[in-house]
């Protein structure tokens, strides 16, 4: 089962940048933290831009990581070796699953939260920090299926170290993207008009995915994962 939820979380990070509040806004993202000269690739410097879209995935991490946390220590008072507890974080898995599944014919279900931090008009990478830190409830709740479903196996985790690293590693899995494009937008950014059309597609199968590990986790078959 640890296995199985670290991939789960890699795998969960990924596919939250797939969703339509990540991966059509990225360069509206850096140019947010950079300024807008990163639009013009003869004017941007690349060291600058990696460095603001790593202060960024920081900022998400360091949330996200100590959500993590909580979840974990809250897990420890809970029996998770009971059918009781099998069936409510299965139910939970299978619910986001479906919820996902419903964003893809009730768009209105996955909208993001148009929220604008303000941190002055000049950047700076502690400005960068700050506004990954608070995008966090900006993409509420486009990515909270995804991230919900990562919370539920951290609070099964029932340790607050355990339930941070998974986070960590879903904070990983949606952070490293952002860390490629930062490093060569120049030959990424046409890319992503791409990756986006088939976003849709990864989206259901991501939905699939958990529906399918829930009903596991259920059924208290979870280790056939293992023979994939």
């Known amino acids: 089962m640890d296995n199985v939820s670290i991939w789960a979380s890699l795998g969960a990070g990924l596919a939250s940048f797939i969703t339509p509040c990540v991966l059509p806004l990225v360069p509206v993202y850096l140019a947010?933290?950079?300024?807008?000269q990163i639009l013009d690739e003869a004017q941007h410097e690349r060291l600058p831009l990696f460095l603001h879209a790593a202060c960024f995935v920081a900022g998400f991490t360091i949330v996200f990581t100590l959500m993590g946390a909580v979840a974990g220590l809250t897990g420890k008072f809970i029996n998770f070796n009971s059918t009781a507890a099998h069936w409510i974080s299965g139910g939970v898995l299978v619910l986001f699953g479906l919820f996902m599944l419903a964003t893809q014919f009730i768009p209105a279900l996955g909208r993001t939260i148009r929220y604008t931090p303000r941190f002055g008009h000049t950047t700076s990478y502690?400005?960068?920090l700050l506004i990954?830190?608070?995008f966090t409830i900006a993409w509420t709740p486009c990515i909270s299926p995804l991230l919900g479903s990562v919370l539920t196996m951290a609070m099964t985790s029932e340790t607050a170290w355990r339930g941070a690293f998974l986070l960590a590693v879903y904070?990983?899995?949606l952070g490293l993207p952002f860390l490629l494009i930062g490093a060569f937008f120049g030959v990424l950014s046409p890319l992503l008009s791409r990756?986006?059309?088939a976003s849709s597609i990864i989206y259901i199968v991501s939905a699939v995915i958990l529906i399918v590990i829930g009903i596991l986790i259920i059924i208290g078959k979870i280790n056939l994962l293992y023979v994939i």
Do not use: E, H, N
């Open 195 to 197: 990756l986006g059309r």
């Open 132 to 134: 990954g830190g608070a």
């Open 171 to 173: 904070s990983f899995g």
């Open 126 to 128: 502690v400005r960068s």
């Open 32 to 36: 947010t933290l950079a300024g807008p």
